[in-house]
């Protein structure tokens, strides 16, 4: 971290940050240009809050020099890909892995339909939503424990291995008996104490970017799940609102390529609530495999009109294996594994 004093500064105002800094038990180097002073701080074994130093006299910026806030996550500390095994396949480096399924779990038989439907096209993971955060409380919350128990059947019978959504502790207790990968929505992704406790769970967890979060916060977010000691994070891009075409949502491509250099975890797009349009989930998908991300979710309906949730995002059984079809003949285009 390098303070910077400003043109002004006494000598004393050097001398109270210098002092700060030796109490907190780390080091005070002096660099003195023939305009600025900087005082560069280190021996620091955890990173240090700017708001430490940010108002002390004389002082006119703190800058951030390295990336430790999120330093299990970063490249730095482990240039390798994170690879994450599964049963028949892994997720990470050069592979493309689809979780497809329903928004929500709405019944047995059309969670039943729909897993045999996405296992038969060839998807590597079933997604369905028992506990649901949703925007309004007027709207369907998910069928909870028992949505839960409908999706252990699914996982019984089609051997697909399951991603659902905990909410809160409470959920994420009763999740972890069925879920192959937690969901963490993007609603969570800044509850730092519950990403503690997903952190702990011992499952791989599928970490959604919040609205709005910068690829860093987005990385500090894993951070706190990596630093209980769960090396098994997916990142999912989501998007946010489209400011240029209201009732629509963007994915940012961008940071698919962001998190490759930034981070050795895997980075999956989420084409469904990344449009928030049926018609424009496929072209979608096709751009998150083109632009090098690991791996998709996507909402799959057997009657996309009548889902209790998310309706006009959802793909029909047929559009889903026209999907996996075109992936297919990406991956040998561009050289990744599906
Ligand atoms: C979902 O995947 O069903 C979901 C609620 O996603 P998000 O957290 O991205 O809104
Ligand atoms: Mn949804």
Not at 236 to 242: D, N, T
Request: glycine share 8%; hydrophobic share 40%; aromatic share 6%.
């Amino acid at each position: 971290m390098l303070i910077v004093m400003d043109d002004r500064h006494a000598k004393k105002d050097v001398a109270a940050v210098v002092n700060r800094i030796k109490e907190m038990g780390c080091a005070a180097k002096l660099i003195s240009g023939s305009r600025s002073t900087f005082i560069e701080i280190t021996g620091n074994r955890t990173p240090l809050d700017p708001g430490l130093f940010e108002a002390f006299h004389g002082v006119k910026n703190v800058i951030e020099t390295s990336q430790n806030h999120y330093k299990l996550a970063s490249r730095n500390f482990k240039s390798k890909d994170t690879i994450i095994p599964f049963k028949n396949f892994q997720v990470g480096k050069n592979t493309f892995t689809v979780m497809a399924g329903p928004c929500a779990v709405e019944s047995e038989k059309q969670l039943l339909k729909i897993a045999r439907a996405v296992r038969k096209s060839g998807a590597h993971i079933l997604r369905g939503g028992a506990f649901k955060p949703r925007t309004s409380p007027y709207t369907f919350q998910g069928l909870g424990a028992e949505g839960l128990n409908i999706l252990k059947l699914a996982k019984e019978e089609t051997g697909l291995p399951v991603v659902t959504e905990a909410v809160d502790r409470q959920s994420l207790e009763k999740v972890c008996k069925v879920a192959d990968v937690i969901q963490i929505g993007a609603r969570n992704m800044r509850n730092f104490p519950f990403l503690r406790e997903a952190g702990r769970a011992g499952k791989p967890v599928l970490l959604k970017r919040a609205p709005f979060a910068r690829l860093e916060e987005w990385l500090m977010s894993a951070e706190y799940i990596l630093r209980e000691g769960n090396r098994s994070i997916i990142l999912c891009e989501r998007g946010e609102q489209a400011i240029a075409d209201p009732g629509h949502f963007n994915p940012d491509l961008n940071l698919v390529l962001g998190i490759k250099e930034a981070s050795h975890l895997p980075v999956f797009v989420d084409p469904s609530h990344g449009t928030g349009k049926g018609s424009r989930v496929a072209a979608m998908a096709r751009a998150a495999a083109a632009v090098g991300a690991h791996g998709i979710i996507v909402e799959v309906h057997d009657q996309p009109e009548r889902s209790l949730s998310d309706a006009k995002q959802a793909i029909s059984i047929p559009d889903f294996h026209r999907l996996m079809e075109d992936l297919r003949s990406l991956s040998s285009v561009l050289g990744f594994r599906l």
